[in-house]
C-alpha cells in the first residue's frame, strides 16, 4: 500500500504508531494559519524533528503541523514529499532488530523555495508564525569563501536589491525584513544543525547582511534594532544528537513485506539519498535554550530539554570532548588501518572497545564538562554498549574519518588542555589519546596494517597533511619533520612539542609503522 491519504486508515494499521488527529483537519489549519516553518526537507527532519512535533499534536499539546521548504535539493520535494502526499514513516532501528515504525502526516505543504517564494513569504507574515527552524547542515549558514573574503554571491546580494536575494541566509533575512514591514511581530530563529553555537551561527549572517544592507539605506535601522531585540528575534542554541543515516536497504526490504509500496531509495542530482522513509537509532538527545521569542509549544512534553545557554554549551562540550566524538574518531582512523568498513563491525573488536573506553571513563570523563541535566558516564554508556554496536547503523569509519583535521583540536586537544591547566594531572599522565592522535597519523600514510594502499576521506587540509607522509614508508618513519605538524595548535588545539606530549606520539607512530601488522601488534602491546 502506497503512502497516500487516501489510504491512511489502512497504513495505519501496518504502523506501530501513528496520526491520532484529523490529518485533514490539521493540514487545513496549519495552511490557513501556520505556527512553525521549517527549512531543510531532508533525513534529520523528517525522521526526529517532524516526529517530535507529531507527538504534540497526539497528545494535543501542539494544534499545528509544520510548513517546509527545502532551498538546497529540491528533487527532495517532487521524490519523497509530493508522490506521498507529504506522508512520512520514521523508522527507529532498535539493536535488537526490533524496528518500529511510526507514520507520519504532519507535514501540511512541502515547498520549493526557488518556486514557491510567494507562499513562504506569506507564511513569514503570518502574525502567528512561532519558528522557523533549520536543518540545513553548517555550510549552509556561511558566507565566507576560504580565503577569508566575503563569498560573491553575498556580495551580490548586499549590492543589490533585497528582493533579489539568491543566497538563503540573504533570502531569510528579507523574509524577516517583510515580516517587519507587515506587523513586527516577534518569532524565533531555531538552528537544529549538529554544529556548536548553532543560534550564533544563524544570527551572525543574518546580522552582517542587514547591517550592510542599511548602510545601503536598503532597509531602515529601526529593523536592524529589531533583529537585535531578542525580545522580537530570538536565536536560540541547540544541541541536536541523533545518527539518521542514508536509507537502508534492508529497511525498504522490511517495510515491502510489512505490504507498503514503493519505498524506493532515490539518490537525487545533487547526491542526496532520500526515501518515503527515514531510518535512524533510538537514541536521540535535543537539547534547546528556552529563549522562544515567538512562543512555543511544550516541547519538553515530547522529550525535548529546556534549559539556559550555558547549559546548552555544557551538553555540546561534553559531548563533542569527551562521551561520543572522541570515541567515533578513534574507531575511524583504526577502523580504516585494520580493514573495517562498518563501526558496528568494530565494536566486535575487543581491543577496539577497550581503547576507546580507555579514552572515555579512564583519560576523558575525570576532566568533563558536566552539564548536569545528563550524566556524563551514563551517556558513555549508552554509546558504548548500545549506539555504536548497533548493527542496523549502516555508519562506515571512512565517513566519520572524514575532515578529522578540523576535529582533533576539539575531540581530544579539550582533554589534553584540561590535564595541562590541572594541578593534579599532568599532560604526560594521558596514554590512550596520544595513542589515538598517533594513529591518526598513521592513517594519513594511505597505507593499512596489511600494506594495501587506501583512499584518505576527504579533508580540507589533506594536500598540506600529506606533504609530511609522502617519503615515509612502513619500517622508516624515523626521519620525519612531524614535530611540527605536532606543534601545529589550529589542528591540535595547544602545541604538543611545548607540553611535551610529542615524543610519546612520535615513539607510539614509530610502533604503529614499524611494519606490516603493526597496527594489531601495538595495539595488543599497549591497550590491555
Not at 42 to 49: A, D, E, L, V
Not at 101 to 113: C, D, S, V
Not at 286 to 314: C, P, Q
Request: net charge negative; proline share 4%; with cysteine.
Amino acid at each position: 500500500m502506497k503512502l497516500k491519504l487516501k489510504n491512511i486508515e489502512e497504513l495505519k494499521k501496518l504502523c506501530d504508531a501513528y496520526p491520532e488527529y484529523d490529518v485533514q483537519k490539521l493540514r487545513e489549519d496549519s495552511i490557513r494559519d501556520p505556527h512553525w516553518l521549517a527549512f531543510g526537507a531532508g533525513n534529520i527532519f523528517r525522521g526526529y524533528i517532524a516526529r517530535l512535533n507529531q507527538d504534540l499534536l497526539n497528545k494535543k499539546i501542539a494544534t499545528r503541523g509544520i510548513s517546509v521548504v527545502e532551498s538546497f535539493d529540491e528533487e527532495i520535494i517532487d521524490k519523497v514529499y509530493t508522490e506521498y502526499d507529504n506522508l512520512a514513516l520514521s523508522v527507529t532501528l532498535n539493536k535488537d532488530g526490533d524496528f518500529h515504525t511510526n507514520l507520519l502526516a504532519n507535514l501540511a505543504e512541502g515547498l520549493k523555495l526557488s518556486q514557491d517564494i510567494d507562499r513562504v513569504q506569506q507564511i513569514v507574515k503570518n502574525k502567528n508564525l512561532q519558528i522557523m527552524s533549520f536543518t540545513i547542515t553548517e555550510k549552509g549558514y556561511n558566507i565566507y569563501a576560504p580565503n577569508g573574503e566575503v563569498l560573491d554571491i553575498i556580495k551580490e546580494d548586499i549590492n543589490g536589491k533585497p528582493e533579489n536575494a539568491k543566497h538563503l541566509m540573504s533570502i531569510v533575512t528579507y523574509l524577516l525584513y517583510l515580516r517587519f514591514k507587515e506587523n513586527k511581530c516577534p518569532i524565533t530563529l531555531l538552528s537544529l544543525d549538529n554544529c556548536s553555537h548553532n543560534g550564533d551561527k544563524l544570527k551572525t549572517p543574518i546580522l552582517s547582511i542587514v547591517k550592510a544592507w542599511c548602510k545601503n539605506n536598503k532597509v531602515e535601522e529601526a529593523f536592524v534594532r529589531y533583529l537585535e531585540d531578542d525580545t522580537c528575534v530570538s536565536f536560540p542554541w541547540s544541541m541536536i544528537d541523533k545518527i539518521t543515516p542514508r536509507p537502508s536497504e534492508e529497511i525498504k526490504n522490511y517495510l515491502e513485506q510489512k505490504n507498503f509500496e514503493a519505498m524506493d531509495i532515490v539518490v537525487t542530482g545533487k547526491h542526496t539519498y532520500i526515501a518515503p522513509f527515514v531510518n535512524s537509532e533510538e537514541a536521540e538527545y535535543l537539547v534547546i535554550e528556552d529563549s522562544f521569542a515567538g512562543g512555543r509549544d511544550a516541547l519538553e512534553e515530547a522529550g525535548v530539554y529546556l534549559t539556559d545557554r550555558n547549559t546548552v554549551n555544557k551538553v555540546e562540550t561534553m559531548k563533542v570532548t569527551t562521551c561520543l566524538n572522541p570515541l567515533h574518531t578513534t574507531l575511524a582512523v583504526y577502523g580504516c588501518l585494520l580493514g573495517y568498513t562498518s563501526i558496528a563491525d568494530e565494536m566486535k573488536d575487543a581491543q577496539l572497545v577497550k581503547l576507546i573506553e580507555k579514552i572515555g571513563y579512564e583519560e576523558s570523563l575525570p576532566v568533563v564538562v558536566d552539564p548536569k541535566i545528563l550524566n556524563p558516564k551514563a551517556f558513555i554508556d549508552e554509546v558504548i554498549r548500545v549506539r555504536l554496536p548497533n548493527p542496523y547503523i549502516p555508519d562506515t569509519p571512512q565517513r566519520i574519518a572524514t575532515d578529522t583535521s578540523q576535529k582533533v583540536a576539539i575531540r581530544f586537544g579539550e582533554t589534553i588542555k584540561a590535564y595541562a591547566k590541572s594541578e593534579s594531572k599532568k599532560p604526560m599522565d594521558l596514554q590512550f589519546i596520544p595513542l589515538a592522535i598517533a594513529g591518526w597519523l598513521r592513517y594519513l600514510m594511505g597505507i593499512d596494517d596489511a600494506g594495501k594502499k587506501f583512499e584518505l576521506s576527504p579533508d580540507p587540509l589533506l594536500k598540506d597533511l600529506e606533504l609530511y607522509f609522502k617519503d615515509l614508508k612502513l619500517g622508516n618513519v624515523s626521519n620525519n619533520k612531524l614535530d611540527e605538524l605536532l606543534s601545529n595548535e589550529r589542528i591540535f588545539g595547544i602545541n604538543l612539542n611545548k607540553i611535551g606530549l610529542s615524543e610519546k606520539i612520535l615513539g607510539y607512530f614509530e610502533e604503529l609503522a614499524a611494519d606490516y601488522g603493526a597496527v594489531r601488534k601495538t595495539l595488543e602491546k599497549y591497550v590491555r
